[in-house]
């Protein structure tokens, strides 16, 4: 075990005090992993557009003052009673959900929606005793989706860890513990478009490029990127999208654009916005008989959508994904091996770098729109 197991930890930590205010770098303390909990040493972090999200408190609790972040890599520092599977040292990527491998949802092969570990965006603590593994001067600093990764050191729950190959590079594999897995898999594991088939993708951010990736490997002869951004269509390209369409160009709906493009529809859609009429027009542009759609995006509390029921008559099919389907402790050692083979590519994702120490820039990257993901160093 390394020096400081068992022991409170000293480091510094970016805490949220209030809702859409800047991060401020702290000494935080760190309490030792209890039961099933390990503490790990972040390497790399970046920023995802959730965490941007729940930082302005928009359409949930606020809850604050908080660590944010999600996306990263680390080593384990130490493990707590009861974890077998994973040792210090051990390379790892914390996941903001999560594999217990004991409910009827790990046991199945068709779920990864954890009974016990699944998201939970208001729970500030962990579920062993409720409590918060950070505090300042005696004060508790919540926890956000059971990660917290802006900070040097941090405590998860066992079954939110994915320990993969320790020959990885952490600041390139660390993007694939939430958003580009999310839509490499929604493509891969969930469209499963053949060789040769047409995809249209909703949203070309990062999450929507990777979807585009997805296709790509897959063989997709064409690729048909919507989004009302006409500046994404050249980066776009590099992620194997042949076509780009913009919603706005156009005097009717984009699905009735999009089938006459096809001859009646694409093979498959992937939707990555989380905007309802978005939603609709991927399941309204896929082709009668074979066609399927895949939702993505996160849509707004209150919203629903309606489509007529012959749509489905007709033979298309509307799904939904999670986190790409991946169970996390399963799935993702062989997404690393995907990059480590070049079959994937991650460096076309990254588009900034900051020390920790200037986290906020990464914050204003995404505001202003200004590239895909930005990894934040967490050594000076």
């Known amino acids: 075990m390394s020096g400081t197991a068992g022991q409170v930890i000293r480091c510094k930590a970016a805490v949220a005090w209030e809702a859409g205010k800047p991060l401020v770098i702290e000494e935080v303390e760190v309490a030792p992993p209890q039961a099933m909990e390990v503490r ?76 016990l570990l699944r998201i939970n965006t208001d729970r500030g603590v962990m579920l062993n005793d409720n409590k918060s593994r950070f505090s300042i001067n005696g004060k508790p600093i919540y926890h956000f989706v059971g990660t917290s990764t802006f900070s040097e050191y941090t405590v998860v729950h066992v079954g939110c860890v994915a320990k993969i190959n320790p020959a990885a590079p952490l600041d390139k594999v660390c993007v694939l513990s939430c958003g580009i897995s999310t839509g490499l898999g929604a493509t891969l594991n969930v469209a499963k478009p053949w060789k040769g088939s047409s995809v249209a993708i909703f949203g070309l ?11 790509r490997i897959a063989g997709a002869a064409r690729i048909i990127g919507v989004d009302l951004n006409p500046k994404r269509f050249n980066e776009a390209k590099k992620f194997g999208v042949t076509e780009f369409v913009n919603p706005k160009d156009h005097d009717k709906p984009v699905q009735e654009v999009i089938a006459e493009m096809t001859g009646g529809g694409v093979d498959r859609s992937v939707e990555c916005t989380g905007n309802v009429n978005a939603m ?89 729109g200004d590239g895909l993901r930005c990894i934040i160093r967490m050594d000076p």
């Open 40 to 115: 790990l040493k972040i390497l790399f972090t970046s920023l995802c557009h959730t965490d941007v999200y729940f930082w302005e408190a928009k359409g949930q609790t606020p809850l604050f003052p908080r660590i944010f972040g999600h996306e990263a890599g680390g080593i384990v520092e130490s493990v707590g009673e009861g974890v077998t599977d994973l040792k210090p040292g051990d390379h790892v990527l914390p996941v903001f959900t999560g594999e217990c491998k004991d409910c009827r949802h790990c046991k199945s092969e068709e779920s990864n929606m954890c009974d």
């Open 205 to 215: 951010g990062a999450v929507g490029l990777a979807a585009a990736e997805g296709a």
């Open 280 to 368: 609709i027009s991927a399941f309204e542009c896929v082709h009668d008989g074979w066609g399927v759609a895949v939702l993505v995006g996160v849509p707004n509390k209150d919203d629903s959508f309606k489509t007529h029921p012959m749509n489905l008559l007709n033979e298309r099919t509307l799904k939904g994904t999670f986190f790409g389907n991946y169970k996390p402790r399963s799935d993702l050692p062989s997404v690393v091996e995907k990059y480590m083979n070049k079959e994937l590519e991650l460096e076309k994702f990254i588009t900034h770098e900051v020390p920790f120490a200037e986290i906020n820039k990464a914050f204003e990257y995404m505001l202003q």
